[in-house]
């Protein structure tokens, strides 16, 4: 009995110990992190007044511009820096080449992808090498350049291209385009005419990505136009992903996600159908056998078969570096092109020229001999570039070579499409599509990277590159020659939705003709 109460006792004190522990660690915790959440409010400086942040915090650019990325393009052209500082959030944007060289090159260790990078991004692309830094992303960058980087691919990558061009998307435009023993007024009615460019350049650059990356063929591009749902779920994500990043507190986004509401609800609902997807594509190609098979999925599951999750976030990050990029590239392209019928007339003489009579397509080394199509490729990238903007996190305090200071934990961004829009980069005539200024002679001469950074730069420069031109050229070399595509509405201006690549609010709706 004594002894019983004892115990009772003992526990009785035991237990208050207990409680007096737990109180004091939850004090110190709160303590701690209350000071922590102090120190970045301070370094974020939300109270600032000054006109950006008034306006990026109230929204009120909108009243003036259609797009975001518009309202820093007259900020960044209006600043004598090319820089500027949305310091509410700590976010700086540069335009200024010597800056970018800087950030991607020569004090490449000073700005990572870094931790805030994969809490924005890490439900989409997790492991993936678009925001890993360190000996994960050296792994990712040495497979993906053998499979990327080989003479041998990029032959199998062109008959890739061109095959998807003949059987699906010239019988899908042609179904679309109007028939010339047809009035205008029929062929409305029947339904024709009038196709969404955007969403068929999509379907094609998806499947395009997954039979050269991971040896199978989902045939999204098919005149029934079948729906995707991962498509939509891509497509979700990228853009809730895009709005994180803008947040002015994120915090909102955070809570929202632990709940599962709003559009973190979404979000996680989407994830859970790309994730079906890729999990299927490696279930697939485990299935067939992969030792033997040279795409960029079998050689990462020949060195990291069993990690499923990590093979899911390569599959996931190669979509979206191949998909969405490529197809935003020629979505670009045919809406300039529209607009610019002398550009299209030197297009078809240039095929006319280059192209053996008695070929249907042109061959690999005669597109490689098409200068002026590739001039017209890069001009298009550089008004219209498929990542808009780009960003890194300053690991330190630093000064950028304009003069900027930079603190530790700042997103450091930069701004083709910004870039694109500048006299004192691009000269007066910068707005309008002149591919002659890529050309010498008649010969296509690349520009510095620093002030066309459309592919990156630096150490972690575009791994695709001359996969996406070769692909867009291909492209332009087929279809140019055979059809007229003409934007929809005299006076037509690209609006876009928040992403991680260029994405048109509405789609591209075009009107088709063919030409032969
Ligand atoms: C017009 C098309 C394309 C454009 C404009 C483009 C642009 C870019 C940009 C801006 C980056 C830097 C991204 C970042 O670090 O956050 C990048 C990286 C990368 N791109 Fe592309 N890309 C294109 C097509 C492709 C294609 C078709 C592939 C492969 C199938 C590809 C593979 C990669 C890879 C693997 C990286 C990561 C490099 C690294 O971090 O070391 N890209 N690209």
């Known amino acids: 009995m004594l002894s019983s109460i004892m115990n009772f006792e003992g526990s009785g004190s035991l237990q208050s110990m207990a409680t007096s522990t737990s109180f004091l660690f939850f004090s110190l915790t709160f303590l701690f992190s209350l000071f922590s959440f102090l120190v970045f409010i301070s370094r974020m400086k939300p109270w600032c007044n000054c006109p ?13 511009f259609n797009n975001f990325c518009d309202w820093l393009t007259h900020l960044l052209i209006n600043s004598p820096t ?26 490449f260790d000073k700005y990572t992808k870094g931790k805030p990078l994969s809490i924005i991004l890490g439900d989409f692309l997790g492991r993936g090498i678009f925001i890993v830094d360190g000996d994960s992303w050296k792994f990712q960058r040495k497979m993906a350049s053998l499979e990327l980087g080989s003479v041998a ?7 890739t291209i061109m095959d998807e061009i003949k059987t699906r998307l010239i019988p899908v435009i042609a179904s679309k385009a109007r028939d010339k023993t047809k009035s205008l007024a029929e062929a409305e009615t029947e339904g024709k005419y009038i196709l969404d460019l955007q969403d068929i350049l999509r379907r094609f650059s998806f499947d395009v990505t997954c039979k050269f990356s991971f040896g199978t063929d989902p045939a999204c591009l098919l ?10 779920a891509f497509d979700m994500v990228s853009n809730i992903s895009a709005m994180r990043g803008l947040a002015a507190l994120p915090m909102i986004w955070k809570i929202k996600r632990f709940f599962k509401i709003g559009s973190e609800k979404k979000m996680s609902e989407a994830i859970n159908v790309m994730n079906n997807l890729a999990y299927d594509i490696i279930k697939q190609r485990r299935e067939i056998g992969f ?34 990029t490529v197809s935003a590239g020629l979505v670009a392209f045919f809406t300039l092109l529209s607009k610019n019928p002398k550009v299209e007339q030197l297009i078809r003489e240039e095929v006319n020229r280059v192209m053996n009579p008695i070929h249907e397509f042109p061959t690999f080394n005669e597109i490689r001999q098409m200068h002026y199509i590739n001039a017209a490729v890069h001009e298009s ?68 990277t620093f002030k066309y950074p459309v592919f990156h730069g630096g150490l972690r420069i575009c791994l695709g590159k001359d996969l996406a031109l070769m692909n867009m050229r291909s492209v ?41």
């Open 153 to 159: 691919i990029r032959s199998y990558a062109f008959e």
């Open 223 to 232: 005149p029934s136009l079948p729906s995707s749902h991962f498509a939509e």
């Open 381 to 448: 990238l550089r008004i219209f570039p498929p990542v808009q903007t780009n960003s890194k996190f300053a690991e330190e305090d630093d000064v950028l070579p304009d003069g900027t200071v930079v603190k530790k934990g700042n997103r450091v961004s930069y701004h083709p499409y910004a870039m694109g829009r500048m006299e004192k980069l691009w000269g007066p005539d910068c707005l309008e599509f002149k591919p002659e200024r890529w050309l010498k002679d008649g010969k296509f001469v690349q520009e510095d």
């Open 52 to 64: 950006t942040c008034r306006s990026f915090l109230t929204k009120s650019w909108t009243n003036r």
């Open 476 to 516: 332009v070399a087929a279809i140019v020659p055979r059809f007229q595509i003409r934007v929809v509405g005299p006076n037509y201006e690209p609006h876009f939705v928040p992403g991680l690549t260029a994405s048109l609010k509405d789609g591209l709706p075009v009107k088709v003709y063919e030409t032969k």
């Open 82 to 107: 090319g820089t500027i500082h949305i310091h509410c959030v700590g976010y700086i944007i540069t335009s200024n080449p010597d800056n970018i060289e800087y950030i991607l090159k020569t004090h």
């Open 291 to 324: 030792s033997s098979k040279k795409d960029l999925l079998s050689r990462f599951l020949s060195s990291v078969n069993e990690d499923d999750k990590f093979l899911r976030d390569i599959i996931i990050s190669f979509l979206l570096a191949g998909r969405d």
